[in-house]
């Protein structure tokens, strides 16, 4: 069970990139890494998902190494409306419930 | 395309009264989740149904909280009888599958308080 582990906070200015890593070290083969934003009285909200290399889309871009230990979440040109908590999660089609709990995630605040 | 739907949004009960939560998947989702999300921390899996049939309740405290999906729509999760650490936010969500790669949707959960 691969087990994440995230910075709990990270501040940032309007404009700036802003990159999130993720650390998994016990990653499966199988296993898929997804990012989820989660605001203030609000289910979570899927961002981006892959299994390796880069993967973007209109909103982030995902980084994984050859060797897939860890994980970059990157925001392009962050806004106050990005203040959220992001989440990483790591897990495959056989895992467990316990793949989709997810953890403390990090706390981004977008400053002015 | 409609979101997932719960109600209701807001529950406050005393310990030991029993509560249920509803939910409405998204139309054509096999796949639904309840989490459970204490304050500061990050959303909990209790149970994964996949049409109706459970796929993994390993987490559902089972002496206390039970959920149904019948007829694989709509889904009913209840707590009998509170505790005071049930105090949480129950979040339903749903995905077409549960083969990678997929995405959940979550619904905007019930606010669940014990007194």
């Known amino acids: 069970l691969a087990k994440t582990t995230q910075p709990i906070s990270m501040d940032s200015y309007e404009g700036q990139e802003v990159n999130i890593t993720c650390s998994h070290n016990?990653?499966?083969?199988?296993?898929?890494i997804t990012w989820y934003q989660q605001f203030p009285s609000q289910g979570p909200r899927f961002i981006i998902q892959?299994?390796?290399t880069k993967v973007t889309n209109e909103v982030a871009s995902l980084f994984i190494p050859a060797d897939r230990k860890s994980s970059t979440l990157s925001l392009p040109r962050v806004s106050l409306s990005d203040t959220a908590v992001y989440y990483c999660?790591?897990?495959?089609?056989?895992?467990?419930?316990?793949?989709?709990?997810f953890g403390s995630g990090t706390q981004l605040t977008v400053l002015p | 395309e409609a979101g997932v739907a719960q109600s209701p949004r807001y529950k406050i009960i005393e310990k030991r009264q029993s509560v249920a939560f509803w939910c409405n998947p998204i139309?054509?989702?096999?796949?639904l989740y309840w989490y459970q999300q204490i304050l500061g921390q990050g959303p909990k899996l209790l149970i994964q149904?996949?049409?109706?049939?459970?796929?993994?309740d390993s987490q559902l405290p089972k002496d206390r909280f039970s959920a149904e999906r019948l007829k694989g729509v709509d889904s009913t999760l209840k707590i009998q009888p509170a505790k005071l650490e049930d105090s949480a936010v129950y979040l339903c969500?749903?995905?077409?599958?549960?083969?990678?790669?997929?995405?959940?949707?979550f619904g905007p959960g019930t606010r669940l308080t014990v007194t």
């Open positions: 999660l790591v897990g495959s089609s056989s895992g467990s419930a316990r793949q989709l709990t």
């Open positions: 016990n990653i499966a083969t199988n296993d898929y």
């Open positions: 969500a749903s995905s077409l599958t549960d083969s990678y790669p997929y995405e959940q949707y």
């Open positions: 139309s054509g989702h096999a796949t």
């Open positions: 892959g299994y390796k």
């Open positions: 149904f996949q049409n109706n049939g459970v796929v993994d």
